[in-house]
C-alpha cells in the first residue's frame, strides 16, 4: 500500500491539524472486544485524507499490530513494546532498548521464585516465548492478539540481542505485588502497571515518549504538534510530553489527570474516532 501524503508544517499549521496521531491500542483505538470499529476505520481514513500520520502506540509486539493497521487501511510506523522497538512503515528499526540476556534471565527466575502465582510471558523482537503454551492467561493473550505464542526456554529463543519485554499476567493483588517486588529488586528496569492485571517490564531506557521521538524525528515532523490518546498507566508519559493528549473516558483518574483533555466518550462508544472528527472539523 503507498504512503499517503504527509502535509507539511506550514499546511496543518493553517489547517489546524496535528503533525501525527499517536495511539494505544487495547482500551483506546480498540473497543472492549479488542475490534476495531467501522466508525474508528473511518476516522483513520479522514486522517489520510489529511496527510496527517496515524502511529499505533502500543504494548503489543509487531505481528499483534500489523493486522489492525490493515483493518485501519493505513500503513505507517509502529511503537511497540511500549517503546522498547520501533519501526518504520517498511518494518526498519528505529529504535530498540532491549533488556540484556543475562539480566533477562535473572527476571524470570525472580518472578519464578517470588511470584508463582503470575504468569511471565517474554517478548523481544519478533518472538513471543512462553513456558506453558496451555496456561489460561497464554491462551487469552493468543485470541486477544490473534498471535502464536511459542513454547521454550528464553536461552534458546533469545541471543545476547536480548528481548524487549516481559509481560507479568495475574490476579490484581498479584500484579500489584509483583510490580512493587519486581521494581525494587531491578531499578534499573521500568516496571509498570498497564491494568490491574498487567503489568510490563522494560529496560529503563524504554518508554511511549522515547518511541514517539524517534518517529517524529524520522517523519520530519514536530513532537510539540503531535496529539496523543491513551488509557492505561503505560500511557502516562506520553500523555505528559505531548500537548495535544487525551486520556479516554474508560482510563483510571490517574491517567485523566496526566492528559490535556478526555475524550467524552469512552473505548466502546468511539471515544477516540469521536475525538478525531471532532479535530477535523
Given amino acids: ?27 483506546t483505538l480498540l473497543d472492549g472486544s479488542h475490534r476495531v470499529t467501522p466508525r474508528t476505520a473511518a476516522a483513520a481514513r479522514a486522517l489520510a485524507e489529511r496527510g496527517v500520520p496515524l502511529v499505533l502506540v502500543s504494548a503489543r509486539m509487531p ?54 502465582d ?32 511459542v513454547e521454550g526456554r528464553l536461552e534458546d529463543h533469545f541471543t545476547e540481542r536480548g528481548l524487549h519485554k516481559f509481560l507479568l499476567v495475574g490476579e490484581p493483588d498479584a500484579i500489584a505485588r ?44 514536530s513532537q510539540r504538534d503531535a496529539a496523543a490518546f491513551g488509557d492505561g498507566g503505560n500511557d502516562v508519559d506520553m500523555l505528559r510530553a505531548v500537548p495535544q493528549s487525551w486520556a479516554m473516558a474508560n482510563a483510571p483518574a490517574e491517567v485523566r489527570a496526566a492528559a490535556a483533555h478526555v475524550t467524552a466518550l469512552d473505548n466502546d462508544h468511539d471515544g477516540f474516532a469521536e475525538t478525531i472528527f471532532s479535530l477535523l472539523g
Fill in 178 to 221: 509483583a510490580e512493587r517486588e519486581v521494581g525494587a529488586a531491578f531499578p534499573s528496569l521500568a516496571v509498570v502497571r498497564s491494568s490491574a492485571t498487567l503489568c510490563e517490564v522494560m529496560s529503563g531506557e524504554a518508554s511511549k515518549t522515547r518511541g514517539v521521538r524517534a518517529v517524529c524525528e524520522h517523519l520530519g515532523i
Fill in 63 to 116: 505481528e499483534a499490530l500489523s493486522g489492525i493497521q490493515g483493518e485501519l487501511g493505513r500503513p505507517g510506523p509502529l511503537v511497540c513494546y511500549s517503546g522498547a522497538y520501533v519501526l518504520d512503515s517498511a518494518g526498519a528499526e528505529l529504535l530498540s532498548c532491549p533488556i540484556a540476556l543475562g539480566c533477562a534471565l535473572e527476571v524470570r527466575d525472580y518472578v519464578a521464585c517470588d511470584a508463582p
Fill in 118 to 149: 503470575v504468569c511471565c510471558m517474554a517478548y523481544g523482537y519478533h518472538s513471543w516465548v512462553t513456558s506453558d503454551r496451555s496456561d489460561p492467561r497464554v491462551v487469552r493473550e493468543e485470541r486477544i492478539v490473534g498471535v502464536r505464542s
Fill in 1 to 27: 500500500m503507498e504512503m499517503e501524503r504527509i502535509l507539511t508544517e506550514s499546511e496543518k499549521d493553517v489547517r489546524g491539524l496535528p503533525s501525527a496521531v499517536f495511539t494505544d491500542v487495547d482500551g
